[in-house]
């Protein structure tokens, strides 16, 4: 009886055994080469067409490309079958207790036609963020403002706010997403400072999710990677629960925010799949996205807010996804540094003392690697990586609340009242206790402190974006003037120095070549003199050659 085999044998040989392998492969190969070349390649034969002395030649082209016609409709109409079909499927497995007829009025309720699109495709994309978050406001039961856990009052817009309060019977809710990224002690003042007004979720959305239609195998001592584990989560479905039971009907639920905030990440966690786009870059989210969550809560996911240009310049580099593009990134990084803690800076990016944002951008791209042709530091890509890391989802920094509470203009106490009845507060506060907790924060010496600029206006109507386009133009036209003015004085000026070399002695032209710093009148003497004497040397070399 055979021995079990308790190991698998070993794939080692020896060399000798390897390498003949190798030869009799290649032997093989050039074998084949061989044959190949012998049998010689068969090239494709061409349509030779119709020739043009077969009768009704015309006639045979229209039918032929009619033909085509035919065939290429029939496989576009085919394709878009296939879709519909997959999209039914998907529906049905994400909820199967739905009916065709539920899914047919959510599609005629929040659905976009294809030639709507193509008339989107042709008007300022600013217009259609206004158009789009105007439908997720008036849809929607309850809104969940989400705001950056790092500045959470540079993250409200009152013009929103304002909005829903308008819009009637609507509840607005705050999310306080990223809140991983903050001391502990900073974000419970935070909630004590905001739930005075709305009711307000700690919420820490989880980065790394499964895409949709893919199965991980996962094993049972595994633990989740620690980006993956979702915080709030739980206090968030019972808030809405809750209020859809008082409610007594299906609810829609609308993700609003500033770009960057974590608005489809939170759409994410709560699905628990990749359903919504999601990126570093911001802005991707374009257009109102209907996810249903289970039968009685249907949520929303929009575009971000657009940022009105009379915001200050911290606020712009930060809440607006075009700023790093339409303003310098020397500027826009260099307006985020000068509300920051200098001396945290220093220590969190571990650089020299700094005077200036230009001295801290040269030492931050020597010590990140970043240099030019010439070796010289890349100060416009040092400003870039700050941004970037500074609206990003990585570096912890934190705002202090404003000591003397101070209720929002757009806000009474019958306002307040309205907003927060229908949900249990008193559980809430037990959740967001929980995920307090669970959040593993920073420490307080190593985040960056940062001024808040303060709430940030945005732009709703459509009326102040096509009023904001014919001043951009007017800046263009007059920074195209500037550098045209600026060109015809530099030429005027390269003529007078054209006339002024034309007068000139050769040794006045040598004192012209020395560096600006060392233009002294013994300078130019000595240089002048030793070229005299280069000269004679070169004649006397010459004379002696020659001889």
């Not at 035919?70 to 998907?90: A, F, P, S, T, V």
């Not at 200050?312 to 580099?317: D, E, G, R, T, Y």
């Not at 009845?421 to 907790?437: D, P």
């Not at 007017?474 to 920074?479: D, S, V, Y």
Request: aromatic share 6%; hydrophobic share 35%; net charge positive.
């Amino acid at each position: 009886m055979k021995r079990p085999k308790l190991k698998k044998a070993s794939k080692r040989m020896t060399c000798h055994k390897r390498y003949k392998i190798q030869k009799k492969v290649r032997e093989h190969h050039r074998k084949l080469r061989k044959e190949a070349k012998k049998r010689g390649r068969k090239k494709p034969r061409k349509d030779p067409g119709v020739p043009n002395s077969a009768p009704f030649k015309e006639a045979l082209l229209r039918e032929a490309e009619l033909r085509k016609q035919r065939l290429e409709e029939l496989k576009q109409q085919q394709k878009l079958d296939r879709q519909k079909e997959q999209d039914k499927k998907r529906k049905l497995g994400t909820n199967p207790g739905v009916e065709l007829s539920n899914e047919e009025l959510v599609k005629e309720e929040f659905g976009q036609s294809k030639a709507k699109k193509a008339k989107s495709s042709k008007q300022n994309p600013k217009k259609l963020y206004c158009q789009e978050l105007k439908k997720v406001i008036e849809a929607s039961d309850v809104v969940l403002e989400v705001l950056d856990a790092r500045d959470p009052l540079g993250c409200r817009c009152p013009q929103v706010e304002a909005a829903i309060v308008e819009g009637g019977q609507k509840k607005l809710v705050l999310v306080l997403n990223k809140s991983d990224l903050v001391p502990k002690d900073n974000l419970e003042n935070w909630l004590i400072y905001l739930k005075k007004e709305l009711p307000t979720v700690v919420f820490k959305a989880s980065t790394k999710l499964k895409d949709k239609g893919k199965r991980i195998k996962v094993g049972k001592k595994a633990a989740p990677f620690k980006s993956e584990v979702c915080v709030g989560k739980e206090g968030l479905w019972k808030l809405l629960r809750g209020f859809q039971e008082t409610y007594g009907k299906a609810i829609h639920v609308g993700v609003i925010g500033f770009p960057n905030v974590g608005k489809s990440s939170i759409i994410n966690s709560l699905k628990q799949e990749r359903i919504c786009h999601v990126g570093v870059s911001m802005g991707l989210t374009r257009c109102m996205q209907v996810i249903p969550l289970d039968k009685q809560i249907t949520i929303i996911d929009s575009p971000s807010f657009i940022v009105s240009p009379l915001n200050s310049a911290p606020a712009l580099a930060l809440r607006s996804p075009a700023s790093i593009e339409v303003v310098k990134p020397v500027e826009a990084a260099s307006a985020i540094l000068s509300h920051a803690d200098s001396r945290q800076v220093v220590l969190k990016f571990t650089v020299p003392d700094f005077k200036n944002s230009l001295e801290f951008f040269t030492s931050f791209a020597q010590r990140r690697g970043l240099h030019q042709k010439g070796g010289s530091p890349n100060v416009e890509a040092a400003a870039k990586l700050l941004w970037s890391e500074w609206t990003g989802a990585t570096l912890g920094y934190y705002c202090h609340p404003p000591t003397p509470w101070t209720p929002s203009p757009h806000f009474n106490e019958n306002i307040v009242i309205n907003m927060k009845w229908g949900f249990n507060l008193e559980e809430l506060e037990k959740n967001n206790a929980r995920s307090i907790q669970a959040i593993k924060g920073p420490r307080l010496a190593s985040s960056i402190l940062f001024q808040s600029s303060g709430l940030t206006n945005g732009i709703i109507e459509e009326k102040d974006i096509s009023e904001e386009l014919p001043k951009q133009k007017e800046r263009k036209q007059e920074e195209e003037e500037d550098f045209e003015d600026v060109d015809t004085d530099q030429e005027s000026v390269d003529e007078e120095g054209d006339e002024k070399s034309s007068d000139m002695s050769p040794a006045e032209e040598a004192c012209e070549a020395l560096p600006e710093c060392q233009a002294d009148e013994q300078s130019a003497q000595s240089f002048v003199l030793d070229k005299i004497t280069e000269e004679e040397d070169d004649a006397y070399d010459f004379s002696t050659d020659y001889v």
